[in-house]
């Protein structure tokens, strides 16, 4: 019997409601919209847009239509997903590094970069990563015990340590320089490039520099020398035995041959691939995870009830070990509802549509932002408030497919979701098992985006040991 089966406490009734800012009486006029999002777009949004299915307005330059409607979402990112692309403003914003990559790609170019490294992403291969992800955390807790009692920042924590499971999993070498000298370039480039620069926001042109560009650019450079290590130490290992080397996401993109012309990938997609990799696949996961300790540091119950689940379930096959931690992957998918790490996505419409009978414009701007539809006021019972008991049992499985997108969906959906989620749960729950963090006295956490969803100013927390080693 699971946990949750065996429970006689009310689980809903446990729920309270996270930090998050409080929605703007009505929509924000040009100038108060264009600071909100240079500081934090989170703050953008107004009632109406938690209210109503769809709703027309927003940036100076474009016609913006926010979509909040599970059949229009499908119809979008699936059913007519022709007729979008990504939008110019994400495209300038992504096109420091990762221009090139498949989070950026379109068309043909797009096709053959995801066939490319689908293998590595397949269910069975990821399952294969399971005991690389254990040890990466094992690892953790190793060093965490040396620190017991000590107030550490868990964010830092957290993105150090989906660093190294991609170095464990996906790049099988490593990252070539210290992981640590990876992960603070990444938060430059994020704080940097991950603010919507006004200049975008009223459409200047590419053409006239933007100021987080010029800011970028000695970041830049040190990806653009460490990838070059990355690629020439691994063409040296091909060429010396090619039979011996791993067939990770850098293989398969060193290898990768255009089917129609048969020559290999440009040396620039190979490039922005990796940095794609790095930057998608590492901040992500490590924000839902830091969210999701928080959230457990402040509902003790359910905090509990993954301590209990964890201990049960961390014994045994590895192979049926997601079905055993159900409870706390459901606290994994409220973290993902409440704080979702990707909060936007936009594509631009290539010609008219009507979504919803509202009309949408060739050039329209439509964005689908999970941060708004995960709690939006007409598909959520109580959408502020922490309540995993909505991914339990029947209730997971009343969710429309489409009013629940931490991932996406449609052609473009994440190709690194199973991995994400699968690191995330097995990474909490041994944690969770391992240690109780709790939040430093004094210390008030707020949500704030820059590309992803992360705690403003890290996750100051606690750790205490549970048992000892
Ligand atoms: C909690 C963790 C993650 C979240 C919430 C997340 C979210 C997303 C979302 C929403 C998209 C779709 C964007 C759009 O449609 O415009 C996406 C795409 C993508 N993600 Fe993730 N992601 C996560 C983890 C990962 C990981 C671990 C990797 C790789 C190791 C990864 C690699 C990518 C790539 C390459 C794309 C572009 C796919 C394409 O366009 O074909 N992500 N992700």
């Known amino acids: 019997m699971s946990a949750s089966a065996a429970s006689v406490v009310d689980l809903a009734a446990l729920s309270f409601q996270p930090p998050a ?18 500081r934090n777009p989170l703050e953008c949004w107004a009632q109406e847009h938690f209210d109503k299915p769809i709703v027309v307005g927003g940036l100076p330059f474009a ?31 992504l096109s420091a590094g990762l221009g090139h990559g498949l989070l950026s790609a379109e068309g043909e170019q797009w096709r053959i970069q995801r066939r490319t490294v689908a293998p590595v992403f397949a269910r069975k291969t990821i399952m294969d990563f399971a005991p690389l992800m254990l040890a990466a955390t094992e690892a953790l807790v190793a060093r965490w015990r040396q620190q017991d009692g000590a107030t550490l920042d868990v964010a830092a924590e957290m993105t ?9 999993t996906i790049f099988s070498d490593g990252l070539g320089r210290a992981a640590e000298e990876f992960r603070l370039a990444m938060r430059t480039y994020f704080d940097t490039i991950g603010r919507i620069d006004p200049f975008d926001v009223i459409g200047l042109p590419p053409a006239v520099p933007r100021f987080a560009h ?33 067939k990770d996401i850098l293989t398969l993109l060193l290898n990768a041959l255009d089917p129609e012309t048969g020559k290999g ?14 930057a998608a696949g590492h901040e992500t996961t490590a924000n839902l995870l830091s969210w999701s300790l928080f959230l457990l540091s402040q509902a003790p119950e359910w905090r509990e009830r993954v301590e209990a689940e964890a201990e049960y379930a961390l014994h045994g096959a590895l192979a049926t070990l997601g079905d055993r931690l159900v409870e706390t992957r459901a606290v994994i998918d409220e973290a993902a509802r409440l704080y979702p790490p990707i909060a936007a996505i936009s594509r631009v419409a290539l010609g008219p549509d009507e979504l919803a009978g509202t009309k949408v414009k060739r050039g329209s701007l439509v964005v689908i932002a999970p ?5 939006h006021r007409l598909l959520w019972r109580e959408p502020n408030s922490f309540d995993p008991t909505r991914f339990l049992g029947e209730a997971r499985h009343a969710i429309d497919r489409y009013a629940y997108i931490p991932f996406g969906a449609g052609a473009r959906t994440c190709i690194g979701s199973v991995f994400a ?16 963090l709790d939040l430093a006295p004094g210390t008030s956490v707020w949500p704030l985006l820059r590309v992803t969803l992360r705690p403003d100013n890290g996750l100051p927390m606690v750790i205490t040991q549970r048992h000892a080693a």
Do not use: C
């Not at 800012?21 to 240079?38: C, N």
């Not at 150090?160 to 464990?168: A, F």
């Not at 650019?217 to 990838?227: C, G, H, M, Q, Y």
């Open 21 to 38: 800012p409080a929605p703007q009486p009505k929509p924000l006029g040009a100038f108060r919209l264009i600071t909100s999002l240079w």
């Open 63 to 93: 016609h913006v239509v926010l979509v909040s409607e599970p059949r229009s979402i499908e119809h979008v990112l699936l059913d007519n997903a022709g007729n979008y692309r990504k939008d110019a403003l994400q495209r300038r914003v």
């Open 160 to 168: 150090r340590l989906t660093l190294d499971v991609l170095e464990r």
């Open 214 to 246: 010029w800011r970028v650019r000695s970041t830049l450079r040190f990806f653009e020398d460490a990838i070059n290590d990355i690629i020439a130490t691994r063409r040296r290992r091909m060429a010396a035995a090619p039979d011996a080397v791993a």
């Open 265 to 278: 990938m440009a040396e620039i997609e190979v490039r922005s691939n990796i940095l794609t990799f790095i």
């Open 371 to 375: 941060y708004v539809l995960h709690r």
């Open 421 to 436: 989620v699968q690191e995330a749960t097995l990474v909490l729950a041994t944690i969770v098992k391992n240690f109780r």
